[in-house]
């Protein structure tokens, strides 16, 4: 008997829009107290029961924020989910809720459209949160996901960005700059590939770069560490655009200074030695790096203690008064830079559009 | 002195994205006590106050949704909202908030997009809604807007689909099939003005229809006129693909049946002569003519003297038991024709990626 190698390819036309809807979500469940009504309706159903709703939204486009040619299509959906829960993350909220909009030219068979749903599934397993609703469309040109993330939190946890308070502590979580070099390294074998398409790549010393870039986890995790040490941050951001842009978001939103301590900023062994492989500034890299979704965040200094240690915490700096600036600290010499925000920025991206 | 003709064409990427997020929401102000946190921060933050949170979404992408070149950017923005909160209308909800993302090409100017904004706006204070957050990218071809509406409602008057029961009497709001007729207008103008661009066409006589077409109202006065009339309806969704369509997806997940009969189906005189211009059978346009926005909810027979008489209402049919199926009962011969969904469906539509 000959085996089929062909991969199954299902036009999505044939199921039409409700088929299509109610085959992705089939295998998804709800587990969140607080969905009372998922897929299905006008509206989802959500239930507070006195606690504050949180809802943000994020637009990813085919094109300019990810590629297909190496980013697998479960993944993206997995990341998709993380972008949304890392902005609730960093409210000091707990994510319950997300609806998952796409996108999709015809030339996306129902099975890739499935891959995409099954990593917005792993992702929904794994944050416990329940996907109750969404829209699915086509578009003329490449694939789009849109996702919005809704959370709850107790009125006197949620933190802003605007509440830092001079002479806080600045506390960034995990380590920064390995993102941004998973996608340098993904670039680069992506060209290579393109001259030699047989060159088959070893990426394992890169696994932790390349696994940033393409399995982001969002720090729900960060969450509870500070539930738990009984720490509510002063003030709180995720890292999408980069340390020095966010940083600059909460002395601009706060009306404060900081400095930042350029030996104090936590780099990966990868990171440290790709950055040399690359020619390339480790400090500018954890700085402007992006896509990192780490927490950074703002305490007391009273609150010292209570951190003092954690692995998933380090005081990168403190906040100083407005007037002082915002500066990066270097390393040896002690010289007080100003930190500018070169982070990501879509709209100067690529525009092909005529 | 000599004026300048040129409109101002300002480059989106001249502003940055949180400059272009801050200069088009300048002018949006919060009026609902339920937005704790608008647009600013990772999140928006509300506050249920006990009440159920309904989240709804729905992407609108240029090609397959509109066409921007008989449809006004200011138009576009306001139906984009209204396309949310019928749903949550649908609910038998008040809409709160809403969160917007835009991702367009570089074709489009600042200009551009603060005329969709507008549009936007001139939604949100007409209807009592709060711009709470959202997500402006590029986008590699087109404008693709994505709208999620927030709303809030006391539990025991939400209204799903899936609650009809045998022998409910079916009502329609406002009038059906004119948006689709007002689409048939513009694009018959559009192929006019394609052959001779200096003929000028005159629509005095299809201004009711095109203003379906460009400019719907979500039906947020039903929910306080059902309100005021202490009606609960037991099921309701909005009229987005079609009365037909609709009426199938409230029996389905009712497992009920339906007869609609087509002497009440409610038609403006518009509807009625355009129908007969264009030669189109004007019942078959009320059935499937899809983008009216009207509201279509069941409630029982007891209830049918607190709507009696009321314009805004017309008892179309009612529920039977799933196995008498779904059907029309035609005018005249009172014969029984099974209901089909022709309504539009995005997934056959345009697909011109390759």
Not at 114 to 124: P, V
Request: hydrophobic share 35%; glycine share 6%.
């Amino acid at each position: 008997m000959l085996e089929d190698k062909a991969p199954q390819k299902t036009d999505i036309a044939s199921l039409g829009e409700f088929g299509l809807i109610s085959h992705l979500t089939q295998y998804f469940t709800i587990t969140q107290n607080s969905t009372v009504k998922g897929v299905g309706d006008d509206c989802a159903v959500l239930d507070a029961k006195g606690l504050k709703t949180l809802v943000t939204t994020d637009l990813l486009v085919e094109g300019i924020h990810f590629n297909l040619s190496y980013m697998p299509l479960k993944h993206l959906g997995y990341k998709a989910v993380m972008v949304n829960l890392s902005d609730v993350y960093a409210m000091n909220a707990e994510a319950s809720q997300i609806t998952v909009s796409i996108a999709l030219s015809n030339r996306f068979p129902l099975e890739a459209v499935e891959e995409l749903y099954s990593g917005i599934q792993l992702a929904c397993e794994k944050y416990n949160v329940d996907l109750v609703g969404g829209d699915t469309t086509s578009s003329t040109k490449g694939l789009l996901i849109s996702v919005t993330a809704i959370g709850h939190a107790e009125d006197d946890k949620i933190t802003y960005r605007n509440t830092a308070k001079e002479n806080d502590l600045l506390v960034v979580t995990g380590d920064l700059g390995a993102a941004y070099l998973g996608f340098q390294v993904l670039e680069r074998e992506k060209q290579v590939f393109e001259v030699d398409p047989n060159n088959q790549p070893d990426l394992d010393e890169y696994t932790y770069l390349i696994e940033r870039q393409l399995k982001p986890e969002a720090r729900k995790d960060i969450v509870k560490i500070l539930h738990d040490l009984e720490v509510v941050p002063t003030s709180m951001i995720d890292i999408s655009d980069g340390l020095s842009s966010e940083a600059i978001h909460i002395c601009q939103q706060s009306k404060v200074g900081c400095n930042i301590y350029e030996d104090k900023l936590p780099l990966d062994p990868q990171v440290i030695s790709t950055c040399e492989e690359f020619d390339l500034n480790s400090t500018t890299v954890a700085l402007n790096g992006g896509e990192d979704y780490e927490l950074l965040f703002t305490i007391a200094q009273s609150d010292f203690d209570k951190i003092k240690g954690n692995p998933h915490l380090t005081v990168i700096g403190h906040m100083t008064d407005e007037a002082s600036g915002m500066n990066l600290i270097t390393r040896g010499s002690n010289q007080s830079v100003p930190l500018t925000a070169q982070g990501w920025n879509a709209l100067l991206d690529q525009n092909t559009d005529s």
